[in-house]
């Protein structure tokens, strides 16, 4: 009895990794450059029932019990998404799997699709985290 319930916590724990992707992708409906994420489930080994077992019920007809499901790595979806006209001269967007290059402090080179860029005091193009 005790597998039955840790293949029901198996299944409940990935719909909640599911509900959390989904509430984060509805979080940033609206942040510019976000990519949206997917989860993908896949199920857990199944155990043989060996005949010393009684059966879950006369109608199973495999050999064999899941041992239930696990949600895998989060896939991040670059597809494109709308293009809305902002008014300053700085902003870019881009057309297709592209990134946009930024330097941090270290001068570390970093991706991003964010397209919101300004012109900072010293004439360098800057993201909003300062980042040229």
């Not at 450059?33 to 006369?58: C, D, M, V, W």
């Not at 006209?85 to 946009?100: H, K, M, Y």
């Amino acid at each position: 009895m005790n597998h039955l319930l840790n293949i029901s916590r198996s299944g409940i724990n990935s719909l909640q990794q599911k509900l959390d992707v989904t509430a984060q992708n509805i979080a940033n409906v609206n942040t510019a450059g976000y990519k949206s994420q997917s989860l993908q489930f896949r199920e857990l080994l199944h155990n043989p029932i060996t005949s010393n077992q009684a059966p879950i019920n006369e109608a199973v007809t495999t050999a064999s019990i899941s041992r239930g499901v696990q949600g895998l790595a989060k896939q991040d979806l670059l597809q494109q998404g709308t293009f809305s006209e902002t008014g300053n001269q700085w902003d870019l967007a881009i057309e297709g799997a592209a990134f946009f290059g930024v330097r941090d402090e270290n001068n570390q080179l970093l991706l991003t699709r964010a397209g919101a860029f300004s012109q900072d005091e010293t004439g360098r193009i800057v993201n909003a985290q300062g980042q040229a």
